[in-house]
């Protein structure tokens, strides 16, 4: 297998947060193009971040849980999610590494650039998860 590089990976991941962002920013102008007071757009914005949350979990889990193992991003970069044997995973080990990726953040990014340092190119979210990015077979 010829495991994705750092490079790949945060390029995939920039593509992929265009994506989400252009959609919660029609969300949040929708929202406030009709909320009539600044309590309301409050209440408003305050829902949009629980739905954000919902989105980015649910974009990213069933993507790369899909018969296409990628999220846009990966699919244009040619790199997709594996489990450790090369098979496609399940939503639930999906959503285990949605989540991790938060862990991989809190360690003010070491958990992203261990893909550096690891054999398989793994980030601790990876590891955590099972998981490999790997480059489409030509």
Do not use: P
């Amino acid at each position: 297998m010829d495991y994705a590089n750092f490079w790949y990976r945060v390029t995939a991941r920039l593509i992929d947060t265009i994506i989400i962002q252009i959609i919660y920013s029609i969300a949040t102008e929708f929202i406030l193009l009709f909320s009539d007071n600044i309590q309301e757009v409050i209440t408003h914005l305050n829902l949009l971040l629980i739905l954000g949350i919902l989105f980015g979990w649910l974009y990213y889990s069933l993507m790369e849980s899909s018969a296409k193992q990628a999220t846009i991003g990966k699919m244009m970069l040619g790199i997709y999610v594996t489990d450790l044997q090369g098979k496609r995973i399940s939503f639930s080990r999906a959503t285990g590494r949605y989540f991790s990726n938060y862990i991989s953040a809190l360690t003010f990014g070491i958990g992203y650039l261990m893909v550096n340092f690891t054999k398989k190119k793994q980030a601790l979210h990876d590891i955590m998860a099972g998981c490999l990015i790997v480059k489409e077979r030509k």
